[in-house]
């Protein structure tokens, strides 16, 4: 699931196997500086990725707190060997040259209760979903 908004020049990415209640979001062309979050249950998808809209019209500095709603975070910086997996393995589309930040919740993630659909095809003409 990638997110795309008129006004802003980044995209939100969002991924999440078909059936997992949790994935991770990250953003991808935000400049100087990309955010990610791991492990998100997926019914906080659209409230994490709002923050990171919010979050790409502000100054974001490491060890700085941020609250959406009930959502408060910790924008933690990434160690270099941490960042160096997750390039290879989850941030995949991220500028390789941007500060990365982590927001990492405060009181953990709400316990996941939602699981991502089977299928995000909108109309749908998979084989494993025609009827």
Not at 79 to 94: A, D, G, N, S
């Amino acid at each position: 699931m990638t997110t795309r908004m008129s006004s802003y020049k980044h995209t939100v990415v969002a991924v999440y196997n078909p059936g997992d209640v949790t994935g991770f979001i990250y953003t991808k062309g935000l400049s100087p500086f990309e955010l990610f979050a791991l492990d998100v249950p997926y019914e906080l998808v659209d409230e994490v990725a709002n923050l990171m809209n919010f979050l790409s019209r502000r100054i974001v500095l490491p060890n700085q707190t941020a609250q959406s709603d009930d959502l408060m975070v910790r924008i933690s910086p990434v160690r270099t060997k941490q960042r160096k997996h997750l390039m290879r393995t989850k941030l995949l589309q991220m500028q390789p040259d941007a500060v990365i930040l982590q927001l990492v919740p405060l009181e953990g993630w709400a316990t996941a209760h939602m699981s991502a659909p089977e299928c995000f095809c909108e109309e749908c003409k998979c084989v494993d979903c025609e009827v």
